[in-house]
């Protein structure tokens, strides 16, 4: 231990700067959470997960979702579309409002999108509790036959922050 720290000014340095640092670990840990987004009806199956930041320039990272087109209807190609942030087309995500909106195209032929858009608000007894609905479009060239397809799904949409 140096000589400042044995005076009472050095200790006094020394704990607020011991402070300043615990201070300053703890603020961090609460500036991010995590998002979890779940459908399962008739139509699909989706789960998404991501970490987002708190504050007026909050952003989404490590966003991972999957989405297992179940109807019977839907094309074989939508059976199964893993995707990652460069899907999420615009998220907002503020008080009491959560929405979503993704887009993806097949990187294979023929050509083919998917348009999923959730819209979901908190429940007051809960403010980390999100229900709400959502909106899948499906499209397609060429893949049913030769012929073009549009598909149009709703349902509902739950999701959790943390």
Known sequence: MGFAARTPWGRARSFIL???LLLAGGSCAGATGT??????????????????????ASSFSNFRAELNARAKDA???????????????????RGNELRLHLYQERADAPFGSLELVIM????????TAFAGRYELRLFGAGVDGGKDFERTYRGRAT????
């Open 18 to 20: 011991s402070l300043a």
């Open 35 to 56: 998002l979890d987004c779940s459908i399962d009806d008739k139509a699909i199956a989706f789960e998404a997960q991501a970490v987002f930041s708190h504050g007026l």
């Open 75 to 93: 094309p074989p190609a939508f059976a199964k579309v893993e995707m990652d942030g460069t899907a999420l087309a615009h998220h907002w995500f």
């Open 120 to 127: 979901a608000r908190s429940r007051d007894t809960d403010e």
């Open 159 to 162: 999701c959790s922050a943390g």
